[in-house]
T-cell receptor, first 123, second 112 residues
Framework: GAVVSQHPSRVICKSGTSVKIECRSL??????MFWYRQFPKQSLMLMAT?????????EQGVEKDKFLINHASLTLSTLTVTSAHPEDSSFYIC???????????????????FGEGSRLTVL | AQSVTQLGSHVSVSEGALVLLRCNYS??????LFWYVQYPNQGLQLLLK??????LVKGINGFEAEFKKSETSFHLTKPSAHMSDAAEYFC??????????FGTGTRLLVSP
């Protein structure tokens, strides 16, 4: 299988503090990871695309200085919410795409594998 | 650019009844389409995907979806609903396996 793990699953912090969320691909290498934000009873909104070894690409309207993304290795991407405020409270979900290997053929169709999500509550 | 529209934010069915969740897409390139399920406070689990092979796609838990280009649709169905099917379902589209664009979701309610 392809497992993506997020940590922590839940975090409560005080306003003004920074929070780091980790996204790990446990049994595959991920060249690309995506970070989504989901508001209550709403769809997932793509925040940024993270490629290993390069700067993340942020979607329009997402503050890159507010949401720091680091993709340090082929199995780990981190999202840091800096100086968190109550309006940053949300459900953050990461997804990862398997590294495409030559000759993978139909075994790799670009499927994304999602983490379990991290619920951030800022008091 | 791609987009998906999910008709109906809530769908209610009785246990054992047919499940039909609607998804229409818009894409400037041949699309790849996905259905995901989300249980409360959890991430997304892939139900099935269309990647330009067979137009009728079978997924997990008895779900299937049919890609209809003429109708730009990719509706999700299941012949007989189970209580455990109650969840939020998201349709998603991508043209290049780069960015997934999600619909607004449909909450499936299953009554005994």
């Amino acid at each position: 299988g392809a497992v993506v793990s997020q940590h922590p699953s839940r975090v409560i912090c005080k306003s003004g503090t920074s929070v780091k969320i980790e996204c790990r691909s446990l049994d595959f290498q991920a060249t690309t990871m995506f970070w989504y934000r989901q508001f209550p009873k709403q769809s997932l909104m793509l925040m940024a695309t993270s490629n290993e070894g390069s700067k993340a690409t942020y979607e329009q309207g997402v503050e890159k200085d507010k949401f720091l993304i680091n993709h340090a290795s082929l199995t780990l991407s981190t999202l840091t919410v800096t100086s968190a405020h109550p309006e940053d409270s949300s459900f953050y979900i990461c997804s990862a795409r398997k590294r495409i290997h030559p000759g993978a053929g139909l075994s790799n169709t670009g499927e994304l594998f999602f983490g379990e999500g991290s619920r951030l509550t800022v008091l | 650019a791609q987009s998906v529209t999910q008709l109906g934010s809530h769908v209610s069915v009785s246990e054992g009844a047919l499940v039909l969740l609607r998804c229409n897409y818009s894409s400037s390139v041949p699309p790849y389409l996905f259905w995901y399920v989300q249980y409360p406070n959890q991430g997304l689990q892939l139900l099935l995907k269309y990647t330009s092979a067979a137009t009728l796609v079978k997924g997990i838990n008895g779900f299937e979806a049919e890609f209809k280009k003429s109708e730009t649709s990719f509706h999700l169905t299941k012949p007989s609903a189970h209580m455990s099917d109650a969840a939020e379902y998201f349709c998603a589209v991508t043209g290049s396996f780069q960015k997934l664009v999600f619909g607004t979701g449909t909450r499936l309610l299953v009554s005994p």
